[in-house]
């Protein structure tokens, strides 16, 4: 291990900014400072900043996990203005205006970290998108792959995907993360990385619905397999790598958050497969997941290019039009038979 963070060390960032500190945000700051760099949290709620200062824990966002008494938690973006990189972990429908905010604090050369998986209603822009329209000369990389937040934050083993365009920086985020636990792999596909993951939230709350409504192990494998396939053809459709979307950033991510309630995407599909509304699920404390937002933008982006998405398309009416989930899904069993391939 001692050789391990030695090598880290001469080529990991030294002083790191987590902009985000909701659970996957408390979780990146816990393992780059295990990796040895100095960190800096930043906090949108008050609540969040009291809990880690006087409890050192998120009790609100990653309960029962010990916060390092050395990461500092701040609430001025100018606090992070002394970052040598900075991730950036909120949601995707904030991702603009934080970027906004943080503009005018950090260098114009300080590497970003783009830890979010979403695309952005409206405009159906990617994170990078988002990022480089507001601070067009940052070097940018994106973090992606099958990563639940408390397994991270408790140190059990993991892997995932960085994708840059600036190797050098994408091996120094990877050093910067690499804590003999967490193994991060490189790649240079920054469009198929992200697509990966947005997809992969519609696709989960698919799988939930698919588990809520008890219609069986077979189901799930085909929808599975299926809503991979859709995720290959929109990405290669909108310029990511066929490849990326069997690897961490797109097979592996997709399977894990489909086989867990831990996902909040699994936990909003499972809701409705019982029965639930949107309104009783968040009334019982459930948290609105990304992907209930990215369904818009994944059907429209998909209609534009001409990509046929049966599955987002059946998800994101059930969402956002008020479809009954028994009869989208009879209307998926009864599309004509094809050609798998």
Not at 114 to 120: A, Q, S, V
Not at 189 to 216: E, Y
Not at 296 to 314: E, K, L, N, Y
Request: hydrophobic share 50%.
């Amino acid at each position: 291990m001692d050789d391990f963070k030695s090598f880290n060390d001469m080529n990991a960032f030294d002083h790191i900014g987590v902009v985000g500190a909701g659970a996957w945000g408390t979780a990146l700051a816990m393992v780059a400072k295990r990796a040895g760099a100095e960190v800096t949290l930043w906090a949108r709620e008050q609540a969040v900043m009291d809990d880690i200062t006087m409890h050192r824990e998120n009790k609100i966002f990653l309960p029962g996990h010990t916060i390092d008494p050395e990461i500092g938690v701040v609430a001025d973006y100018a606090a992070l203005s002394a970052a040598a990189a900075i991730f950036l972990v909120v949601p995707a429908q904030h991702m603009r205006a934080v970027v906004t905010g943080l503009a005018a604090h950090i260098q114009p050369d300080i590497p970003l970290l783009l830890c979010t998986k979403g695309i952005e209603q409206g405009s159906n822009a990617l994170m990078s998108e988002v990022v480089a329209a507001i601070l067009p000369k940052q070097p940018v990389a994106v973090l992606s792959g099958p990563t639940f937040a408390a397994e991270i934050a408790a140190g059990q083993p993991a892997a995932a995907m960085i994708a840059g365009m600036d190797p050098v920086v994408t091996r120094r985020f990877a050093d910067s993360l690499a804590d003999g636990r967490f193994r991060p792999y490189i790649g240079g596909d920054v469009r198929g990385a992200q697509i990966g993951g947005a997809v992969k939230n519609v696709l989960a709350i698919g799988s939930g619905i698919v588990m809520g409504r008890n219609l069986g192990e077979n189901a799930q494998a085909a929808f599975l397999t299926r809503g991979l396939a859709e995720m290959i053809r929109f990405g290669v459709a909108h310029g990511g790598q066929a490849a990326t979307f069997n690897g961490l950033a797109g097979l592996g991510d997709l399977c894990l958050t489909c086989s867990s309630a831990q996902s909040r995407n699994t936990a909003l599909g499972l809701a409705l497969g019982h029965g639930q509304d949107i309104q009783a699920f968040r009334e019982k404390g459930g948290t609105l997941a990304e992907g209930m937002w990215t369904a818009a933008a994944v059907v429209d982006m998909a209609h534009q290019a001409g990509v046929s998405m049966p599955i987002c398309r059946a998800i994101n009416a059930i969402l956002n039009d008020g479809a009954d989930i028994d009869q989208a899904i009879e209307v998926l069993l009864a599309r004509p038979l094809t050609d798998e391939s």
